[in-house]
């Protein structure tokens, strides 16, 4: 359905289907904000993750939800958390996202080569790894330097140089075709899981 859109600090307002003036109000529907980070509500709704998030963002997800499902899952990277919290925010990438991206690539680290290789993205290759498997992937001593060179990649290389931003932006480079994948599921899952998780805040009163 076509939205009007009018200006908002940091991003924008979009109502849907009428307003009665600017910025008033609504006689039928609902106002959505949408902000630059790729972060829309309802209002009075919990702020929720778009279907083409920026992965570089405010965060979507609270730190306690970053610890509480790396303990839950039994996560080897659980006793890293603090340092993972901390690179996500000098890199400034959205924890949700990116802890999705680990969700998706080895079940927090326990399925598959990662188990071996404490690579937090599958990474072939980065500045941090200290050896390379046969097949190959990096390999790492710590979880959180495979984060940093997963960071690095995604923002240096695919955002900056290519202007690869956005989560389906991305993933037909870092996750092509040609290699097995398929993008666009890959895409739905991290959103998915990031909005579970966002409910699940929602539910239990943590914003």
């Known amino acids: ?24 109000a609504v ?15 309802t209002a009075g709704e919990a702020v929720m993750i778009d279907d083409n998030p920026l992965i570089f963002a405010p965060h979507s997800i609270s730190a306690a939800t970053f610890r509480r499902v790396l303990r839950s899952a039994r996560s080897p990277a659980f006793l890293e958390t603090e340092m993972l919290l901390a690179a996500l925010d000098d890199w400034g990438a959205d924890r949700g996202v990116a802890l999705a991206f680990f969700a998706k690539e080895s ?4 399925r598959g080569v990662a188990t071996r290789t404490r690579n937090w993205g599958n990474l072939r290759r980065g500045k941090r790894m200290i050896a390379q498997t046969p097949h190959p992937f990096a390999v790492y001593a710590r979880w959180v330097d495979g984060l940093n060179d997963w960071c690095e990649l995604l923002k240096e290389h695919y955002c900056k140089r290519r202007g690869l931003c956005r989560l389906r932006q991305v993933l037909p480079r870092y996750a092509p075709s040609s290699d097995g994948n398929n993008p666009e599921r890959y895409a739905d899952f991290v959103v998915a899981l990031v909005r579970r998780w966002q409910r699940e805040e929602q539910r239990d009163g943590h914003h």
Do not use: D, H
């Not at 939205?3 to 003036?21: D, M, T």
């Not at 006689?27 to 509500?41: M, N, Q, T």
């Open 27 to 41: 006689a039928s529907g609902s106002i959505r904000i949408e902000s630059a980070s790729g972060l829309v509500r």
């Open 107 to 110: 079940s927090y680290g326990l």
């Open 1 to 24: 359905m076509p939205r009007q859109l009018f200006p908002y600090i940091g991003g924008k307002y979009s109502v849907a289907p009428e307003i009665n003036r600017r910025f008033g």
